[in-house]
């Protein structure tokens, strides 16, 4: 059982627009650390979507953005494209036991 | 471009000790102050972060394995280490090795393609 709590699927059709979530408490997301995102195809390693609640690394393109509200934060996705379905993970540092670095369980994106 | 690569025994029997080693190229693990990581993942399930050395000095572990845990870096041959002692079929996992970059968090921004250990007489 995570810490950080994310949906464990999310679907939608090409060229929509997804959210995934990503609920914390008090002891990471909400203690005001922040979130980063990852996304894994099936059969590779993670690759970092998003860093620091809403930055892109290079080469990510801009449809997947990242927001944080509260203890919450969100990864969302426009103009869905098939190659966009994968698992999805954020990850947090959290001061509790749980600690210090903390995944979600992950979200499973699937391009109807 | 920053390259890891994971290795070691696929198969370790049960209460032994499982030993993976992470190589890194395209930069030396002994300089920017980064966070050279293990994370494992249950077949078909989530990540789960297990610990880190950082470049500086200091290491840091997951509670749930600190009792059994080693991370260490070697930087003659510039890897980095993972030593879990006392294994058991649960330890069956994928491994990946990351490097850990810090802002105002740790981000994982470089992984290795992660290597499969079985746990099992």
């Known amino acids: 059982q995570s810490v950080l709590t994310q949906p464990p699927s999310v679907s939608g059709a090409p060229g929509q627009k997804v959210t995934i979530s990503c609920t914390g408490s008090?002891?990471?997301?909400?203690?005001?650390?922040?979130v980063n995102w990852y996304q894994q195809l099936p059969g590779t390693a993670p690759k970092l979507l998003i860093y620091d609640n809403d930055n892109r690394p290079s080469g990510v393109p801009d449809r997947f953005s990242g927001s944080k509200s509260g203890a919450s934060a969100s990864l969302a996705i426009t103009g869905l494209q098939a190659e966009d379905e994968a698992d999805y993970y954020c990850q947090s540092y959290d001061s509790s036991l749980s600690g210090p670095e903390v995944f979600g369980g992950g979200t499973k994106l699937t391009v109807l | 471009q920053v390259q890891l690569q994971e290795s070691g025994p696929g198969l370790v029997e049960p209460s032994q000790t499982l030993s993976l080693t992470c190589s890194v190229s395209g930069g030396s693990i002994n300089s920017g102050g980064f966070y050279w990581s293990w994370t494992r993942q249950h077949p078909g399930k989530g990540l789960e972060w297990i610990g880190y050395v950082f470049s500086g000095g200091g290491t840091y572990y997951n509670p749930s394995f600190k009792s059994r845990v080693t991370i260490s870096m070697d930087t003659s041959e510039n890897r980095f280490s993972l030593i879990l002692n006392s294994v058991t079929a649960a330890d069956t996992a994928l491994y990946y090795c990351?490097?850990?970059?810090?802002?105002?968090?740790?981000?994982?921004?470089?992984w290795g393609q992660g290597t499969l250990v079985t746990v099992s007489s």
């Open positions: 008090s002891s990471n997301i909400g203690a005001g650390y922040d």
């Open positions: 990351a490097r850990g970059r810090a802002s105002r968090g740790v981000r994982f921004d470089y």
